[in-house]
Each structure stands twice: as C-alpha cells, then as structure tokens.
Nanobody, 128 residues
Framework: QLQLAESGGGVVQPGGSLRLSCAAS????????IGWYRQAPGKDREIVAV????????YYADSMKGRFTISRDNAKNTVYLQMNSLKPEDTGVYLC?????????????????????WGQGTQVTVSS
C-alpha cells in the first residue's frame, strides 16, 4: 500500500504564493509519475500538473503555465507544487495522486483513471 499526504494549503491574497507538498509513504518504490489535481466547489476535478518518475518531464494545464512549478525529491519521496501569482479561481482542494503503472521514467499520465493512489487533499483559498 501507498499513502499520500498533502500539506501547505491555506488562505492567501490574490497575487500571493503557496508551496504545496505531497509526501509518499509505504511502498514508495512503486511510485512513478505524480499528479496534482484541483477540486473546486461544484466543478469537476481538473488536472493541475504532472511530473514524471525521473523528475525531468512535466505537464501543466494551460491556466497554470508560467505560474505553477512542479518538482520532486525522490530521496525524500516528496513532490512539490510551487504556486505563484495566485488568483481567486485557483481556490479549491488540491490533491496529489500517484501512478504505479511502470510505463517508464518519462511517462506523464493525464487521465484521472490512470492514478491508483490519492491523498486527502489540502485546501487553498485565494481571497482578498
């Protein structure tokens, strides 16, 4: 089994920054790509960013490009999401998810169904 725990959420003013963390524990050797998703009230869960197992390949949703940066420290079994220039529409619960498909160190899963393990999420509220 693998467990994921998000942290770093909070309340921030528009234009502010937050850094989220996703810490993996348990069978961490099985972890390949890690994705961040966002769940806003009344909306579908949407992809935010994905990082490959080797940490080199990344994907960002269009609205996050240039503002968010995903990174990982495999020695610490942790993935980070640096969020800058936050907007009110970035408000939501941010969840990280782990892919264990073994499709390779460069693979970037983008469909929710490709992720096997999910964390509980951390709330981000952007408001003045």
């Amino acid at each position: 089994q693998l467990q994921l725990a998000e942290s770093g959420g909070g309340v921030v003013q528009p234009g502010g920054s937050l850094r989220l963390s996703c810490a993996a524990s348990g069978f961490t050797a099985d972890v390949d790509a890690i994705g961040w998703y966002r769940q806003a009230p009344g909306k579908d869960r949407e992809i935010v960013a994905v990082i490959s197992q080797n940490g080199i390949n990344t994907y960002y949703a269009d609205s996050m490009k240039g503002r968010f940066t995903i990174s990982r420290d495999n020695a610490k079994n942790t993935v980070y999401l640096q969020m800058n220039s936050l907007k009110p529409e970035d408000t939501g619960v941010y969840l990280c998810a782990a892919d264990v498909s073994s499709y390779g160190a460069w693979y970037l899963p983008r469909r929710i169904s490709e992720y096997t393990y999910w964390g509980q999420g951390t709330q981000v509220t952007v408001s003045s």
